[in-house]
């Protein structure tokens, strides 16, 4: 049986008024772990705030071009 490391980082701090703002600081967050060479895993009830993955992701590794 192989042993996983997982850990909860937590919740990204959210602003209801402010979308623009928590969606980066989201993707700070995730940036942050992928920085470490670890994969993240966003879940989250909404697809706005799930966007903080991609965000991340393009910063980290570049824009994705469509095939």
């Not at 700070?28 to 992928?34: H, P, T």
């Not at 670890?38 to 903080?52: K, Q, R």
Request: proline share 4%.
């Amino acid at each position: 049986m192989k042993e996983l490391n997982i850990v909860d980082y937590g919740n990204a701090s959210q602003n209801m008024f402010q979308l623009g703002l928590s969606l980066n600081e989201g993707a700070k967050v995730v940036g942050k772990i992928l920085d470490a060479g670890a994969t993240a895993i966003v879940v989250d009830g909404s697809h706005d705030t799930e966007a903080v993955g991609h965000m991340a992701m393009a910063r980290h590794f570049g824009p994705i071009d469509p095939p």
